[in-house]
C-alpha cells in the first residue's frame, strides 16, 4: 500500500513538472522578439577609437611580448557595482587585415567563440560616411538553464580601427543592455604584429549565480582576445572581407 502511494505521488510530481517545462518552453516560443525591446539603452555606448584612457606599463608590455592577455580598468559604466570598465588586450602575431578578417567574420563565430550557440548576421549596410552597420542574432549557452538569445548593433569604423556595438533595440534581447567595443592598432615595435582591445558590458535583467556572471564577463573578455589571436596567426595571409573594406 505505502509503495503504491509514493509510487503515486511520485508519477503526480513528474507530472507537475513536465507541465512546468511545457509552459516555460511555450512561454519562450511565444516572446516576440520583433517587439520593440522596451528601452533605448542603459549602459553608455563606447565612442570609436582608441582607449585613451588606457596606459600600459612595463609589466604590462612584458606580458604582451610573452602572449599572455592583459586586463586593465577605465573609468566608465559598466551597469554594474565596480564602478569601471574592464578592457582586455592581446598581442597578435599578425597584421591588422588578419584580424580584421575575424573580428568582422560574424558569420562564423560558432566553433570559435566559447559557449556561442548561434551567431548570424540579419542586415549589413555600407554607410555613406564609409561606416558598416552590422546587426546580429546570438545565442550563448552558458549553463543548464542560462541560456541568452539577444540582437547586436554594431557600428564597423575603418577609418579609426574599431567597431562598437550596443543591443539592437528595435528587437527584445534576453539581456537588459549591452556594450562592446573592439579597437585593433599595429603593434607599437613589431612591424606585421597587431594590438587588439577588447571590451563588453553586460548588464542582466535579473540576477544571475556568480559562475554565470564570470563567465559572461571577465572570463569572456581573455577568451574573445584568445581566439581572435589563435585565428588570426592560423590565417595571417586573410585579408579585411571586401564589403568592409575601404572604398
Avoid at 73 to 92: E, F, H, K, M, N
Avoid at 142 to 153: H, R, W
Avoid at 163 to 176: E, I, Q
Wanted: aromatic share 8%; hydrophobic share 30%; proline share 6%.
Amino acid at each position: 500500500m505505502t509503495a503504491t502511494i509514493v509510487n503515486r505521488t511520485l508519477a503526480h510530481c513528474l507530472l507537475f513538472l513536465a507541465a512546468v517545462a511545457l509552459v516555460l518552453r511555450t512561454g519562450e516560443a511565444r516572446k516576440n522578439r520583433n517587439a520593440p525591446h522596451g528601452h533605448r539603452g542603459t549602459l553608455t555606448p563606447y565612442q570609436p577609437g582608441p582607449f585613451d584612457v588606457l596606459s600600459l606599463d612595463n609589466k604590462d608590455e612584458k606580458d604582451l611580448s610573452n602572449d599572455k592577455s592583459v586586463m586593465k580598468q577605465i573609468p566608465g559604466d559598466d551597469g554594474g557595482s565596480s564602478g569601471g570598465r574592464a578592457i582586455c588586450v592581446q598581442d597578435v602575431k599578425a597584421p591588422k587585415s588578419a584580424v580584421w578578417n575575424q573580428i568582422l567574420d560574424l558569420d562564423h563565430y560558432v566553433g570559435k567563440v566559447s559557449k556561442l550557440k548561434e551567431c548570424k548576421n540579419y542586415l549589413v549596410r555600407k554607410n555613406e560616411d564609409g561606416s558598416s552597420t552590422i546587426k546580429t542574432k546570438m545565442v550563448i549557452g552558458v549553463l543548464p538553464g542560462y541560456k541568452y538569445e539577444y540582437y547586436c548593433d554594431h557600428t564597423y569604423r575603418p577609418d579609426v580601427d574599431s567597431v562598437v556595438w550596443t543591443l539592437d533595440y528595435d528587437k527584445t534581447s534576453d539581456f537588459n543592455d549591452v556594450a562592446g567595443h573592439w579597437h585593433v592598432e599595429d603593434h607599437p615595435s613589431k612591424k606585421g604584429h597587431t594590438r587588439v582591445f577588447y571590451a563588453c558590458d553586460i548588464k542582466f535583467k535579473t540576477p544571475v549565480p556568480g559562475p554565470v556572471m564570470n563567465i559572461l564577463t571577465k572570463s569572456a573578455l581573455r577568451q574573445a582576445t584568445g581566439w581572435v589571436k589563435r585565428e588570426s596567426e592560423a590565417k595571417p595571409e586573410a585579408v579585411t572581407p571586401s564589403e568592409f573594406s575601404p572604398a
